[in-house]
């Protein structure tokens, strides 16, 4: 045995451990903090045990984000094998209260800024002109049994409550999970769908979603305020970008009242109904041209499979409501439904 | 003490007793086959070994179960000091003498077992979820150079199954083609391996390689690159075994080249033998490979090497062979560069999808080529050699392989051969009497032998 050796790979061994820790260590203490929106799920890893496989908001980039190589892999009509696990980076753009939203994704590192880096994902989505990334940070590792507790959590008392990452940030894009926690505010969406036709034989068409009930319901230990009409229809990005435009995203937003104003004390919720046949909850289909580009009632969209959707409930931002009675307990993050489509479907 | 030592030393009681030689002779004879004083008992360090791979995935478990009781920075210190500890007793009763000695492989197995769980100790405590093949990479390499560092053949096991993951993970989970493997594991190991003159490892490096390999040729081009890659590596290996047949040190690690290479032309010859042999290895066509041009170009290299180097050693096995006068036992060799030159570059290995005939010939319903008679001629050639071989230098085990070589290829056959029930009989009375003559003729130079023993 050569000892002198030995000792060195033994060194090397532990150093090597060591330096995984401790650069960790070091993004976790000195990186910049961010706040990132999950949906989280609970698989299980036979090495590490028991982890919360968190799926981020920007872990799916629509093309209209993506810019330099990544537009032209996305334009590659081949398979996507080849651009599998490149390295990509992806920015961010940070609010007042630390919530990140992608604003773009290149395969060329940013000069500066808040950006992290990650690779394009072993099931790449590019039919419909969107690419799936990794970050390194999809795992939340907890102890055994923990797992099921969140899931069951999130499905159970936190139902409709997302969980947010909190997320250190070196300068050169590596990212540490620091923690997780619950938004105070949960949103549960119930659609609602006639039954089929019956008259005839076979039965008719079924036809689509015609509303749903909205609840949205605080779930912290203190009072939070809420914007009773603040809930837009958005297209669920997982999905890719989607043809489709809600006609209110086009139209001049009120100016807020303090009629719209609701305090819900905790463990209270306050309940709406969307009518998906009003015209104010119509769509365009962006893929159409001249007059075919009409508004359609949500309602009407039974034949739209690749449609799909989420009711997110935005708020104001807080400059615009200071003049509203205890505006300090307004909450003002988003807080999006689960994706739904017109003919039925409900993730 | 190996098998042969104790049964020598037993008979050598029995030839004392027996009058055959005196107690001075028996002594002088054992003192030839005496294991010097600090020999290793392969059993301690086999079982030794094995319980510390056990004991380290246990503490991988152990880990995963994630206390959260036990402090960030105590799970580090807990790993980072188990690390260190094993290796450290390891190469500190490495230098003792005794069973300490015979403990420091099994340490030091337990440290890069540690070393491992570690990694993705670090991975979960920071909640990492990079690219994970990396983990067995750096593992890897980690058991590799402590096995280099202390020449340890349980180590080079571990560093070798790790990297052999490690290639497994990158090509199947994310489509990457690791052609370093392929370095790492048959020079990394391989080297090792001969320098210590394991057959044990040996046979874990080949079976390393021939996983290694037949997965890059199926990502690189399909079945038929897997196949001609396989083919290629396993002439390369019954060359380079019968290079080593002169030297007795390497007894074991020849015989392991030698099963290698030999199953696997085996298996390669018997899948081409059908007529959907050829439907099975199209041709890849190079733009529809999805990877970037380099990484097809090492692959390609990679094949082409594997070809050149194996008809250059038969040539020189047979350049040694005809100077030392033993030019005939050449000729059942040539059979395997012969038929890899033919996979490659005969007409019907070029052409031959040009040239398909419509079935069903031989009961085979669709597209033929010839290819197929041409590597049943190849299987019958290595069995008959075998038999002769065999019977030749009384080498049972050879005559018994080649009989059922020939016997399964016939029966293979069975389903192809024209539906005359008359045909099919001809055939097995014919094998039946083949085999009979086999063992006449094996008694008939046995009892010349005995007759006359020069």
Same mark, same amino acid.
């Given at each position: 045995?050569?000892?002198?050796?030995?000792?060195?790979?033994?060194?090397?061994?532990?150093?090597?451990?060591?330096?995984?820790?401790?650069?960790?260590?070091?993004?976790?203490?000195?990186?910049?903090?961010?706040?990132?929106?999950?949906?989280?799920?609970?698989?299980?890893?036979?090495?590490?045990?028991?982890?919360?496989?968190?799926?981020?908001?920007?872990?799916?980039? @629509?093309?209209?984000?993506?810019?330099?190589?990544?537009?032209?892999?996305?334009?590659?009509?081949?398979?996507?094998?080849?651009?599998?696990?490149?390295?990509?980076?992806?920015?961010?753009?940070?609010?007042?209260?630390?919530?990140?939203?992608?604003?773009?994704?290149?395969?060329?590192?940013?000069?500066?800024?808040?950006?992290?880096?990650?690779?394009?994902?072993?099931?790449?989505?590019?039919?419909?002109?969107?690419?799936?990334?990794?970050?390194?940070?999809?795992?939340?590792?907890?102890?055994?049994?923990?797992?099921?507790?969140?899931?069951?959590?999130?499905?159970?008392?936190?139902?409709?409550? @997302?969980?947010?990452?909190?997320?250190?940030?070196?300068?050169?894009?590596?990212?540490?999970?620091?923690?997780?926690?619950?938004?105070?505010?949960?949103?549960?969406?119930?659609?609602?769908? @006639?039954?089929?036709?019956?008259?005839?034989?076979?039965?008719?068409?079924?036809?689509?979603?015609?509303?749903?009930?909205?609840?949205?319901?605080?779930?912290?230990?203190?009072?939070?305020?809420?914007?009773?009409?603040?809930?837009?229809?958005?297209?669920?990005?997982?999905?890719?970008?989607?043809?489709?435009?809600?006609?209110?995203?086009?139209?001049?937003?009120?100016?807020?009242?303090?009629?719209?104003?609701?305090?819900?004390?905790?463990?209270?919720?306050?309940?709406?109904?969307?009518?998906?046949?009003?015209?104010?909850?119509?769509?365009?289909?962006?893929?159409?041209?001249?007059?075919?580009?009409?508004?359609?009632?949500?309602?009407?969209?039974?034949?739209?499979?690749?449609?799909?959707?989420?009711?997110?409930?935005?708020?104001?931002?807080?400059?615009?409501?200071?003049?509203?009675?205890?505006?300090?307990?307004?909450?003002?993050?988003?807080?999006?439904?689960?994706?739904?489509?017109?003919?039925?479907?409900?993730? | 003490?190996?098998?042969?030592?104790?049964?020598?030393?037993?008979?050598?009681?029995?030839?004392?007793?027996?009058?055959?030689?005196?107690?001075?002779?028996?002594?002088?004879?054992?003192?030839?086959?005496?294991?010097?004083?600090?020999?290793?008992?392969?059993?301690?360090?086999?079982?030794?070994?094995?319980?510390?791979?056990?004991?380290?995935?246990?503490?991988?478990?152990?880990?995963?179960?994630?206390?959260?009781?036990?402090?960030?920075?105590?799970?580090?210190?807990?790993?980072?000091?188990?690390?260190?500890?094993?290796?450290?007793?390891?190469?500190?009763?490495?230098?003792?003498?005794?069973?300490?000695?015979?403990?420091?492989?099994?340490?030091?197995?337990?440290?890069?077992?540690?070393?491992?769980?570690?990694?993705?100790?670090?991975?979960?405590?920071?909640?990492?979820?990079?690219?994970?093949?990396?983990?067995?990479?750096?593992?890897?390499?980690?058991?590799?150079?402590?096995?280099?560092?202390?020449?340890?053949?349980?180590?080079?096991?571990?560093?070798?199954?790790?990297?052999?993951?490690?290639?497994?993970?990158?090509?199947?989970?994310?489509?990457?083609?690791?052609?370093?493997?392929?370095?790492?594991?048959?020079?990394?190991?391989?080297?090792?391996?001969?320098?210590?003159?394991?057959?044990?490892?040996?046979?874990?490096?080949?079976?390393?390689?021939?996983?290694?390999?037949?997965?890059?040729?199926?990502?690189?081009?399909?079945?038929?690159?897997?196949?001609?890659?396989?083919?290629?590596?396993?002439?390369?290996?019954?060359?380079?075994?019968?290079?080593?047949?002169?030297?007795?040190?390497?007894?074991?690690?020849?015989?392991?080249?030698?099963?290698?290479?030999?199953?696997?032309?085996?298996?390669?010859?018997?899948?081409?033998?059908?007529?959907?042999?050829?439907?099975?290895?199209?041709?890849?066509?190079?733009?529809?490979?999805?990877?970037?041009?380099?990484?097809?170009?090492?692959?390609?290299?990679?094949?082409?090497?594997?070809?050149?180097?194996?008809?250059?050693?038969?040539?020189?096995?047979?350049?040694?062979?005809?100077?030392?006068?033993?030019?005939?036992?050449?000729?059942?060799?040539?059979?395997?560069?012969?038929?890899?030159?033919?996979?490659?570059?005969?007409?019907?290995?070029?052409?031959?999808?040009?040239?398909?005939?419509?079935?069903?010939?031989?009961?085979?319903?669709?597209?033929?080529?010839?290819?197929?008679?041409?590597?049943?001629?190849?299987?019958?050639?290595?069995?008959?050699?075998?038999?002769?071989?065999?019977?030749?230098?009384?080498?049972?085990?050879?005559?018994?392989?080649?009989?059922?070589?020939?016997?399964?290829?016939?029966?293979?056959?069975?389903?192809?051969?024209?539906?005359?029930?008359?045909?099919?009989?001809?055939?097995?009375?014919?094998?039946?009497?083949?085999?009979?003559?086999?063992?006449?003729?094996?008694?008939?130079?046995?009892?010349?032998?005995?007759?006359?023993?020069?």
């Amino acid at each position: 045995m050569k000892m002198k050796l030995a000792v060195a790979v033994a060194l090397a061994q532990v150093g090597v451990l060591a330096f995984m820790a401790g650069q960790r260590e070091w993004v976790a203490r000195t990186g910049r903090v961010v706040t990132l929106r999950t949906a989280p799920i609970d698989p299980n890893d036979p090495m590490r045990g028991e982890y919360v496989k968190l799926n981020y908001e920007m872990s799916v980039v @629509p093309r209209s984000l993506c810019r330099d190589g990544v537009t032209a892999w996305l334009d590659d009509k081949r398979t996507a094998t080849p651009y599998l696990d490149r390295r990509v980076y992806a920015t961010l753009d940070v609010d007042a209260n630390g919530f990140a939203e992608l604003t773009g994704l290149s395969d060329l590192q940013p000069k500066g800024g808040t950006y992290v880096r990650g690779r394009v994902d072993s099931s790449v989505w590019q039919s419909n002109g969107s690419i799936r990334v990794r970050y390194g940070i999809e795992a939340l590792f907890v102890e055994e049994g923990a797992a099921k507790k969140l899931e069951d959590q999130r499905r159970g008392e936190k139902a409709g409550v @997302p969980m947010d990452v909190d997320v250190a940030l070196d300068p050169g894009g590596l990212a540490v999970v620091k923690g997780y926690h619950w938004e105070p505010l949960g949103l549960v969406l119930t659609t609602e769908r @006639p039954p089929p036709v019956r008259r005839t034989v076979p039965a008719g068409p079924r036809p689509g979603i015609q509303g749903a009930t909205l609840v949205l319901k605080n779930h912290s230990d203190r009072p939070v305020s809420i914007m009773t009409s603040s809930f837009r229809l958005i297209n669920n990005r997982l999905r890719g970008e989607g043809h489709f435009r809600w006609v209110g995203e086009d139209a001049a937003r009120s100016a807020v009242a303090p009629s719209d104003l609701r305090l819900l004390q905790p463990g209270e919720e306050f309940r709406v109904h969307l009518d998906f046949s009003r015209p104010e909850w119509s769509v365009t289909d962006t893929n159409k041209k001249g007059d075919e580009r009409l508004p359609v009632a949500l309602g009407a969209l039974a034949n739209a499979w690749d449609a799909s959707f989420r009711i997110e409930y935005a708020p104001p931002p807080a400059a615009e409501c200071t003049s509203l009675p205890d505006a300090g307990l307004i909450w003002h993050g988003r807080l999006p439904s689960r994706a739904f489509n017109p003919s039925g479907g409900v993730d | 003490m190996s098998k042969r030592t104790r049964w020598l030393f037993s008979e050598i009681d029995r030839w004392i007793s027996g009058g055959v030689i005196s107690r001075e002779q028996a002594s002088s004879i054992r003192a030839l086959y005496e294991e010097p004083p600090g020999a290793v008992s392969w059993g301690l360090v086999v079982f030794s070994s094995i319980g510390a791979a056990i004991v380290g995935l246990g503490i991988i478990l152990l880990f995963a179960y994630n206390w959260h009781a036990i402090p960030k920075f105590g799970k580090l210190a807990l790993i980072l000091g188990a690390v260190a500890a094993a290796h450290a007793g390891g190469i500190l009763a490495g230098q003792r003498e005794g069973w300490r000695r015979q403990l420091s492989e099994a340490l030091c197995v337990l440290g890069t077992m540690v070393f491992g769980a570690g990694i993705w100790l670090v991975a979960q405590v920071y909640n990492i979820d990079e690219h994970f093949p990396a983990g067995f990479l750096i593992w890897g390499l980690g058991a590799l150079a402590m096995a280099w560092s202390i020449r340890s053949v349980p180590q080079a096991i571990v560093a070798t199954i790790l990297l052999t993951v490690w290639d497994g993970s990158e090509l199947f989970k994310f489509q990457t083609s690791m052609n370093w493997a392929l370095v790492l594991v048959g020079f990394g190991v391989g080297a090792l391996a001969l320098r210590l003159r394991s057959a044990v490892l040996t046979a874990f490096v080949l079976a390393s390689l021939t996983l290694i390999t037949i997965f890059h040729g199926s990502f690189m081009g399909g079945s038929y690159v897997a196949w001609v890659d396989m083919y290629a590596l396993s002439v390369l290996l019954v060359a380079a075994g019968c290079l080593l047949g002169d030297r007795a040190t390497t007894e074991g690690q020849r015989g392991v080249m030698t099963f290698f290479g030999c199953a696997g032309f085996l298996v390669c010859s018997y899948i081409r033998s059908f007529p959907f042999g050829d439907d099975m290895m199209s041709r890849p066509r190079l733009e529809t490979i999805q990877m970037d041009r380099w990484t097809v170009w090492l692959g390609s290299g990679y094949r082409w090497l594997l070809l050149a180097a194996a008809i250059a050693l038969f040539i020189a096995l047979t350049v040694r062979r005809v100077r030392a006068g033993r030019a005939l036992a050449t000729i059942g060799d040539l059979i395997y560069p012969i038929a890899l030159i033919y996979s490659e570059f005969s007409w019907e290995s070029i052409f031959g999808a040009q040239r398909r005939i419509q079935g069903p010939p031989y009961g085979y319903d669709g597209q033929y080529t010839g290819n197929f008679i041409a590597f049943n001629l190849v299987c019958l050639a290595v069995a008959v050699t075998w038999m002769v071989r065999g019977c030749r230098f009384g080498n049972l085990r050879q005559t018994v392989l080649g009989s059922l070589v020939l016997a399964v290829v016939i029966m293979a056959r069975f389903h192809d051969l024209p539906g005359s029930l008359a045909t099919r009989g001809l055939v097995f009375v014919a094998l039946g009497a083949v085999l009979f003559a086999e063992g006449f003729y094996y008694r008939k130079l046995r009892a010349r032998e005995q007759e006359d023993p020069r």
